[in-house]
């Protein structure tokens, strides 16, 4: 099976510019997720979406940074404006069901760095 | 609230020494207990997985984890490391409710020496 896509790999834009990031899931996996990991951290979630619903986005900077699932499927991440504590590597994940207890499947990341 | 406590950002061993990476959880909750690995440029993949069955949870490439409740711990070991081994691993818990996510620790970035 085909596993989460993720594009771009890289990025590198100016602070106060704005970057969107693309995710698609497993086919069937009703649960997306979207994480942030800092260098020399452990990723820290930002939304959950169970289909095209947001489950929770309590860390999300929602001043800056938004996320959409509108189909259900693949999902976008959009920061505007950027700051330089945006660098970090964006991981996508999905899961078959809502709980994620049988593991997340993740992509390879974005890396984003503002400079 | 949960949250999991990797002891190490760093550990080295020898190529077939034993690895140990360490792993302590707070949970009001009996948890459920992960443990993912990170190759350098790639997303994180699942090792293995607590969910309240056997305590002691066998994974791929050799892995295992031991639930002990008494310590609230879920260190991993392997009992030989490879050269491949060479990673960041991280611990994660979820609590057993029905509206989870699963919250991970800092990681530990496993190297194996020659």
């Known amino acids: 099976e085909a596993g989460v896509a993720q594009s771009p790999r890289y990025k590198i834009i100016e602070k106060r510019q704005s970057v969107a990031f693309w995710c698609n899931p497993i086919?069937?996996?009703?649960?997306l997720y979207w994480y942030q990991q800092i260098l020399g951290q452990g990723p820290k979630l930002l939304i959950q979406?169970?289909?095209?619903?947001?489950?929770?986005d309590s860390q999300l900077p929602k001043d800056r940074f938004s996320a959409e699932r509108l189909k259900g499927v693949d999902s976008t991440l959009k920061i505007q404006p950027a700051k330089l504590e945006d660098s970090a590597v964006y991981l996508c994940?999905?899961?078959?069901?809502?709980?994620?207890?049988?593991?997340?499947?993740f992509g390879s990341g974005t890396r984003l760095t503002v400079v | 609230a949960q949250s999991v406590t990797q002891l190490g950002s760093h550990v080295s061993v020898s190529e077939g020494a034993l690895v140990l990476l360490r792993c302590n959880y707070s949970?009001?909750?009996?948890?459920?207990l992960f443990w993912y690995v990170q190759y350098p440029n790639q997303g994180l993949q699942l090792l293995l997985k607590?969910?309240?069955?056997?305590?002691l949870v066998k994974g791929i490439n050799g892995f295992e984890a031991e639930f002990k409740k008494s310590e609230t711990s879920f260190h991993l070991t392997k009992p030989s490391a490879h050269m491949s081994d060479a990673a960041e691993y991280f611990c994660?818990?979820?609590?057993?409710?029905?509206?989870?996510?699963?919250?991970f620790g800092s990681g530990t970035r496993l190297s194996i020496r020659p």
């Open positions: 994940a999905s899961s078959l069901d809502r709980t994620g207890w049988d593991g997340y499947t």
């Open positions: 086919s069937g996996h009703a649960t």
């Open positions: 979406f169970q289909n095209n619903g947001v489950v929770d």
């Open positions: 949970s009001s909750v009996p948890p459920y």
């Open positions: 607590y969910t309240s069955a056997a305590t």
């Open positions: 994660a818990v979820s609590p057993y409710s029905s509206a989870s996510k699963i919250i």
